[in-house]
């Protein structure tokens, strides 16, 4: 979930298409193509997945015409082997649940009581941001993500086996605070935040709890006996089983608290029964009318990059409404992916054919997903006469380098995308990518060099990059790719993956004090004992600049002296969650406010007491107390003793998780050297501790 913040792969490859194994090569394994039947098949790719790529266990279907065609299973769900996977085990869907959303607010529509073209306003007038244009916001904005809001206020949104709705309680209140980043409807890029006020959306107009409106209009009348939502009370042993890399027991399961954005949980054979609203086979429940909106081509409506084969492509909902590699066929198809840090799913509809396919898996991923759903429908169709043969694997062909333009120099600079800074210069036929913060290093990506029409090519022909000035006047590094799966076939990108920055002068009071957090990391504090932010890697926010673009930390601008802004407008991904940061000083300290995350100074950090036995007492306004690990504490075994509802997390100096208790259940580890711990809960709770 946390990913090195200079590194490549989510700078060239946003949508993390990079994928263990991956072959970037047209020569690369193609499909099994042997004489077995469909199910044969689809169980074949499946176990591909648990058994090579790395995904724990998957759950797939395909319906065809409303017939159910193909339904299994792969992989473990307990290490012993005595808990079954079954066709009822339920994974959670993470993103795909914004179908369930934009079905929603469609039906509302359908009813006319909703206009998707109208302002936001009239139908929650206590929606206000601090930013005049809000008022332009529409439902429909929100649905093709084009609103121009920041992108992801999820504190507490994502906790172990806690259904806190929190996130969903204080969208309102937070999104009262914050600025947009753009025009609404000048681009759109991927937004969490408008499908979360999508969910308030329904619920004002409805006069329903979310949870209750889906499942009376959409998974009742549907048959989706297994589809539910945390508000259902989940029962977690009827969840298939979550692990972490390297650790044979099972943790936790996941609770996704914003429903409409990623909190419903369901089966691959539910899912495919919610794909005929898309499909015409239930327009009794959402109008074809209503359906076939959904599917038209929303991101062409701002900044975008022209059409290619592609797995990005906006409607309303879906992540593309013409999905490679069904464009190559003649055949329109619709996808939706999602990614939660353990659950993942995929919903590929093919609504011309009434076709669709669901897979879902615990661990893995939503690309990889994809590919065994675009595999078995491509099966399916060639078994029943609709295509002859599968297509070959797609490149850009071996490259002829040319001799370069010398105004091609003029794109030499620093690009930005969320998170990411790299240095481009282009001289001598080539593109060099560098970070200008480990300046010399490769970053990974393939040499790229100079072709006759314009654009640099890989040695392998497996990517193509080139640079474009859009008619907002700002200037992309513009990514098109072919990555190849042995034997699951191709994912295809077309992105603006990066923006060319402008200098940014500043004054000397905002020098001054960005002079003085120059490298300083600030820690969380701001979410409950049970959140999965403090599972996996050390939850910090880093300010890293370099001397030669001082005007910016990372992609962010400088816009004061306690303020930053991502400023780039990259549209699909490059650009999500691009909150400004606010900081502010309050009892002596200083605080980091980010999508309504708070962060303390590291400078507040003291060292934990390397005594046999103390006790550590949350102040009237904590949530958690850090700590660092000094030597003498290195090496020994702590034993925390916690109040009910509270936790600890310790992590060794590369910031990995050596311990969360309420994912381990334990609540003694060995100490490691340069670590961190903090202990979480309610303000007042305390914590014994013994050091052996």
């Not at 370099?546 to 002296?561: A, E, N, R, W």
């Not at 100096?653 to 050297?673: D, H, I």
Request: with cysteine; charged share 20%; hydrophobic share 35%.
């Amino acid at each position: 979930m946390k990913k090195k913040r200079n590194s490549i792969l989510a700078i060239i490859l946003t949508l993390t298409l990079w994928l263990p194994g991956t072959v970037m090569a047209a020569e690369a394994p193609q499909a099994n193509t042997s004489p077995q039947g469909l199910e044969e098949i689809a169980a074949a790719k499946a176990a591909l997945l648990t058994e090579t790529y790395g995904t724990t266990s998957v759950q797939y279907a395909l319906v065809d015409h409303g017939k159910l065609l193909v339904s299994g299973q792969a992989g473990k769900n307990d290490p012993e082997g005595k808990i079954p996977l079954t066709a009822e085990t339920i994974y959670g869907i993470g993103s795909t649940s914004k179908m369930f959303t934009t079905a929603a607010v469609m039906k509302l529509v359908d009813q006319g009581k909703i206009n998707l073209d109208s302002p936001l306003v009239n139908y929650i007038p206590e929606f206000k941001m601090n930013d005049e244009r809000y008022k332009q916001i529409t439902p429909r904005m929100l649905l093709n993500h084009s609103s121009g809001m920041q992108g992801s206020s999820l504190t507490n949104a994502f906790l172990f086996e806690d259904n806190d709705p929190y996130a969903h309680d204080t969208l309102l209140d937070q999104l009262a605070n914050q600025s947009l980043k753009a025009d609404p409807g000048a681009y759109s890029v991927y937004c969490n935040d408008g499908f979360t006020l999508a969910e308030i959306l329904v619920e004002r107009v409805s006069g329903m709890d979310f949870t209750d409106y889906i499942h009376q209009e959409f998974t009742e009348p549907l048959g989706m006996e297994h589809t539910l939502t945390p508000q259902d009370g989940l029962d977690f042993d009827k969840l298939a089983a979550l692990y972490a890399p390297g650790n044979p027991q099972p943790l936790p399961k996941e609770t996704v608290n914003v429903i409409g954005t990623g909190g419903v949980y369901s089966t691959a054979e539910d899912l495919v029964k919610f794909a005929g609203l898309f499909t015409g086979e239930a327009d009794n429940i959402l109008s074809k009318q209503a359906a076939k909106a959904t599917a038209q081509p929303e991101y062409k409506r701002g900044i975008w990059p022209q059409d290619n084969d592609n797995s990005v492509d906006f409607g309303l909902g879906w992540d593309s409404v013409k999905l490679f590699p069904f464009n190559e066929y003649g055949i329109q198809a619709l996808a939706k992916g999602g990614d939660t840090l353990l659950y993942h799913a995929q919903l590929v509809v093919l609504p011309e054919q009434q076709m669709a396919a669901a897979v879902l898996s615990s661990g893995g991923s939503s690309s990889l997903n994809q590919l065994l759903a675009n595999e078995i429908l491509l099966q399916a169709l060639k078994e029943k006469g609709t295509i002859s043969e599968l297509k070959p694997a797609k490149s850009f062909g071996t490259p002829e380098q040319a001799d370069m333009p010398e105004e091609l120099k003029q794109f030499s600079g620093y690009y930005g995308a969320t998170n990411q800074l790299i240095r481009i210069d282009v001289a001598d036929g080539e593109i060099q990518i560098t970070s200008p913060f480990a300046p010399g290093e490769s970053l990974g990506l393939p040499k790229l060099v100079y072709t006759k029409d314009g654009t640099f090519v890989s040695e392998d022909g497996s990517l193509k990059v080139s640079f474009v000035k859009e008619k907002n006047g700002r200037t992309y590094l513009w990514e098109r790719q072919y990555a190849t799966v042995p034997e699951l076939g191709q994912l295809a990108l077309n992105l603006y993956s990066a923006e060319k920055l402008t200098d940014n002068t500043i004054s000397p009071e905002a020098e001054a004090a960005w002079k003085q957090r120059d490298g300083k990391s600030y820690y969380l504090v701001s979410e409950k004992y049970s959140s999965m932010a403090y599972f996996m890697m050390l939850p910090v926010v880093q300010m890293n600049r370099t001397d030669s673009l001082p005007g910016y930390v990372m992609d962010k601008q400088i816009t004061g002296p306690d303020t930053l802004m991502g400023k780039h407008q990259v549209p699909a991904t490059g650009s999500r969650d691009s909150e400004e940061y606010r900081f502010f000083t309050q009892g002596g300290s200083e605080y980091l406010e980010a999508g309504g995350a708070l962060y303390l100074s590291g400078d507040q950090i003291q060292e934990l007491y390397p005594g046999k036995k103390s006790a550590v007492t949350l102040q009237p306004s904590e949530q958690a107390r850090w700590y660092t690990i000094p030597a003498k504490a290195a090496g020994k075994t702590i034993t925390v003793e916690l109040p009910a509802k509270a936790s600890f997390a310790v992590y060794d100096a590369a910031g990995a998780c050596v311990n969360f208790s309420v994912a381990s259940g334990s609540t003694q580890v060995n100490l490691p050297e340069n670590g961190t711990i903090v202990f979480i809960g309610d303000p007042g709770m305390r914590f014994g501790i013994e050091l052996n």
